[in-house]
């Protein structure tokens, strides 16, 4: 008996949120549709140009793990945030949805991470991060029931940015494994991907990972490929199971010789794609540690995804079991 | 030449929006629809009970400043805020809307005043303020150049609970009249009314203030009648200029024996009522400070108030300006 279905472990973000034209992104230097890491005074520097703004818990593992609670799974998460405002309304967030969060606060300096995120007209969102206290987080925050206790520990490639995060992953997936569990990542960003390439293939080829989430930019710059094919074949071989999201051609699962093919969800309206991969994540892992099929497990994180894509922010405002429930998914 | 059109005064806060049913309400005591001021522990109390929240720079005259300055008008605020990360975020968003905020924050505790908004299916938004930092506006944050050179200075009721706010209302008014302009208020909040019934009613025939808002469950709260002509007729004979919202029937605004009906616009969904006062006041001041006609002054209020409901959060994401021009109003 397992006492959470998924830990989801990542970089705890608040979330800045404006709306900007591509002009803005170009002057400003910032890379469209990535997650550019700032420092502080970057940040003070881009806050300024900023207009104004609403604010939203974040950070891809913690969008993952809310989704999977409003789903109905059970989840836990480990994240770095500091004693401040910030830090509050991180924690209260991800509580009030239901995710065991007790990853200790960061007392003083630096403040909660933050980022700056610019939706442009065309829906699409470019992330500007300063990643504050989640610098802290080490070996040291990984609860080892926790770890033993979750059927998939899943963790963001973004991880790899601070200093010691990657030796908390490496311990959580450790026990994880110890305990028959499975362990999963997402590739994060393509720009991640290029820092971070030969160490995330590591982490596949050494089963450190089990299953990987990606997106197509994601595979295409793990394998230095223009063919998207060719990177999903390599992907096949690197790794138990995968699942490559296409933003609007759906996804597509590979399971050893399986390939499952998802089609997306229709939606009236692109307003913010902040969230989407984050989402069909969420919806994937409920659907995998509850035992559906690959194509089940698809089609739950391609509702999810189109979902938070609808709305300004990170994570949905539905509760995500009514809606599957609706679509006739649950 | 006046320096601005309009001076804002009110608290400044941030807001903390989430869902909830209206059993929730019942349960916590939660009187909707109503501005329920709270102290520190209970805000800590409903902050556990709140579901997933999203934040947004708020404030019933800020939200008016912040649209003022979205149609196009030059207007300054006045609130305390304190230095802490929701204070800078509140400095931001209203800075970053064009807004002229200067007021010194508080250093130290209380921190920035927050208001916990639970916004209901029927789209109804029944707010918790803790006042916070709020409760020291005092006639030392008063800039007289800046009272001196609007055309209208206008107030929140909302600044009577706080202890000393009231005397920078006088004081500004005092130097606003000096100069030759005018003063103006909004009722803010029925239960407000209440409270302060016969200093609001001492406000308008002591001429302090010469243009009232308010919507018509103030009226009837002040004048202590369940007939709304009844109300209006008392307030037409209390203050030079009055406009009162009406929901979904729109407004009606009265200045001596003259009258002007204001339809309501249309709008495809009520999602969030919070700012709609706040944005009728807006689009009605930005008019009346460019020369415009009561009708037309109406019709801004009327548009913008429909736009903000139609969206989370108390300030509209349109460009102001924009959205008249396009309904054929500038």
């Known amino acids: 008996m397992s006492e959470y279905d998924v830990l989801c472990i990542g970089n705890a973000i608040v979330d800045i949120i404006a709306q900007a034209d591509d ?153 994880a494994h110890e305990a028959g569990r499975e362990v999963s990542m997402t590739l994060s960003d393509s720009f991640c991907v290029g820092r971070y390439r030969e160490e995330f293939l590591d982490l596949m080829r050494s089963g450190t990972v089990d299953i990987v989430f990606a997106n197509s930019h994601e595979i295409k710059s793990l394998y230095e490929t223009d063919n998207f094919e060719e990177a999903l074949e390599a992907l096949r071989k690197d790794c138990r199971l995968a699942a490559v999201t296409r933003s609007e051609k759906g996804s597509v699962v590979v399971r050893g010789d399986e390939t499952v093919t998802v089609k997306p969800t229709t939606i009236d309206q692109l307003v913010d794609t902040t969230g989407a991969g984050d989402l069909y994540a969420a919806g994937f892992l409920y659907g995998y540690t509850s035992g559906r099929s690959l194509a089940e497990c698809g089609d739950l994180g391609s509702l999810a995804a189109g979902l938070v894509i609808q709305q300004i922010g990170p994570r949905p405002r539905q509760n995500l079991r009514e809606e599957a429930e609706k679509a006739g998914l649950l």
Chains 1, 2 share one sequence.
């Open 23 to 175: 002009a803005f992104l170009t002057e400003n230097g910032i890379i469209k549709a990535a997650m550019n890491l700032i420092d502080a005074d970057r940040a003070n520097l881009l806050y300024e140009r900023m207009g104004p703004a609403v604010e939203a818990s974040g950070g891809s593992a913690g969008n993952t793990a809310a989704g999977i609670a409003s789903f109905g799974g059970r989840v836990a998460y480990f994240g770095k945030v500091a004693e401040d405002q910030l830090g509050d309304i991180y924690y209260h967030d991800i509580r009030a949805q239901g995710v065991a969060f007790d990853t200790k606060p960061l007392k003083g300096l630096p403040p909660t991470a933050r980022s700056m995120i610019f939706v442009t007209p065309d829906g699409e969102r470019s992330m500007n991060t300063y990643l504050g206290a989640c610098v802290e987080l080490g070996p040291e925050d990984v609860e080892p029931e926790k770890a033993r206790g979750a059927k998939v520990t899943y963790f963001e490639g973004y991880l790899w940015d601070p200093p010691r995060a990657k030796d908390a992953i490496r311990l959580a997936a450790k026990l």
